[in-house]
């Protein structure tokens, strides 16, 4: 149940698909002082050896059409279903998702970490999140400025961390197509359409082709086990990223908002401090984008806590850079 296919083993484990079978499930956790874990799609944790506790996962993968708010067409979305069934499924309703096709997970873990891929990131549509917080007990509407969506960031890994399980997602989807074909490799897009025969590029289309770009960069956590992007793209200043780029004059770097900060590419960095397709036992960081770390069967949590470490002291020597891990370590005791 972890793309990254570390054993793990629960002390109790439950799904649900209705907010009461949740909360029924929250209050047996209560009585029996049972840490609560919530588990998605597991394709962004690290899970240790025994979670002590009772983990939950939502069954529900319903998918109800709302109607027309504001020009955006609205759309809930149960916790349970899967990312990548639901971005096919989007676009019979509207548009947006498209460029997110494929990155593995569950619909309830998308506003956790603001998933993004291509030049879009996911709290762009939606509407609302709604859930359980337990400390409260209530059951809450969160509108997207009350998510407060960052890069890979939302209230759900703040303030509410450990304390709110989502339950479904209403998405609001733009009724045209405009696709987003800004960052690199999609945009070949906009010479080859329209083609010869005068077709432009449609839904179908761009979701084939971030497929396509995506299998051939990122390894299949159905085949090579894996959780993604292993480390966040780093901010940092910019007296830091002038020191990086006179000596490294091709470091890519992108704008952030604020206006002293500069945005760097881990893998970029990790690939100059020698790690890409380097393993150290039963994990290694991927051949093809040095981002992902890979790991064999029988690699433990400490195998990948070893090569986190190891990594991250490489970039910090060569490059005085401090990288932040992307998936969340969960091992139960946290609640
Ligand atoms: N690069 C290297 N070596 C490599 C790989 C990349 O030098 O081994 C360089 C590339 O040449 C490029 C830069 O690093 O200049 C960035 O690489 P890429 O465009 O592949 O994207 P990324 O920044 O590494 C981010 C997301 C991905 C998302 C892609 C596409 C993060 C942490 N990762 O990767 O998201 O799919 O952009 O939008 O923001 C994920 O979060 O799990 C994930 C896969």
Known sequence: M???????????????????????????????????????????????????????????????????????????????????EWVCESIAYGHGLENLSLIPGSVGASPIQNIGAYGVEVGEYIESVIGYQVSTGQIRHLDRPDCRFGYRDSVFKRELKNDFVVTSVIFALKTEFIPELSYGPLASLKTDYPDTAGNCITPDKLIAKVCEIRSSKLPDPGKIPNCGSFFKNPVVSRVLYKSISG??????????????????????????????????????????????????DGATLDDVLALRDAVRRSVFERFGVELEPEPVLVDGSAG
């Open 247 to 296: 000596q490294f004059p091709a470091v890519p770097n992108y704008p952030v908002a604020s206006a002293g900060s500069v945005k760097l590419a881990a893998a970029w960095l990790i690939d100059q401090s020698g790690w890409k397709g380097k393993r150290l036992g039963k994990v290694g960081m991927h051949d093809q984008q040095a981002l992902v770390m890979t790991a064999d």
């Open 2 to 84: 972890n793309t990254m296919r570390l054993q793990s083993t629960a002390e109790a484990f439950a799904r649900f698909r209705s907010m009461a079978e949740l909360v029924e499930l929250v209050e047996l956790a209560e009585n029996k002082a049972w840490p609560l874990v919530v588990l998605g799609g597991g394709s962004n944790v690290l899970l240790s050896p025994r979670l002590e506790g009772l983990v939950i996962q939502s069954s529900n993968d319903s998918v109800t059409p709302l109607g027309l708010r504001n020009g955006r067409q609205l759309v809930k979305v149960g916790a349970g279903k899967n990312w990548h």
